[in-house]
């Protein structure tokens, strides 16, 4: 069962800073953000997105898809971290430690 390992599991992080200083900046902001959810990505704080993904071959699509829909104007990064870096991620709010709010697994035809 190689191909469901938790090393070979990917999740993409979409982390980004982008303007919002004028109408067509927020409508840009907007478009964008629309374009991360379509594609099946959701939120994980305010300027960062998730989406599981089957294999690095799998987020490379994804990865290629973001890109194709960057806006003009900010910063985007992209990341890619196994299946098992994600479920070490420790989220605090204030001084208790929370379990990280993660979007549920989703499913893929092949």
């Known amino acids: 069962m190689e191909r469901l390992n938790e090393y070979r599991v990917m999740w993409v992080l979409v982390l980004f800073d982008l303007p919002t200083e004028t109408k067509r900046d927020i409508k840009a902001y907007a ?16 300027s960062i997105y ?3 993904c089957a294999s690095m071959e799998n987020a490379e699509v ?12 900010g910063s985007v990064a992209l ?17 208790k430690p929370l379990k990280p709010n993660a979007p549920g697994q989703q499913l893929e035809l092949f």
């Open 62 to 73: 994804h990865i290629k898809r973001v890109h194709s829909f960057l806006p003009d104007f």
């Open 50 to 52: 998730v989406r599981h």
């Open 79 to 95: 990341m890619c971290i196994t299946d098992k870096q994600f479920g070490d991620i420790k989220v605090f709010y204030g001084t």
């Open 31 to 46: 478009i964008f953000r629309k374009n991360l959810i379509r594609d099946g990505f959701t939120m994980f704080q305010k």
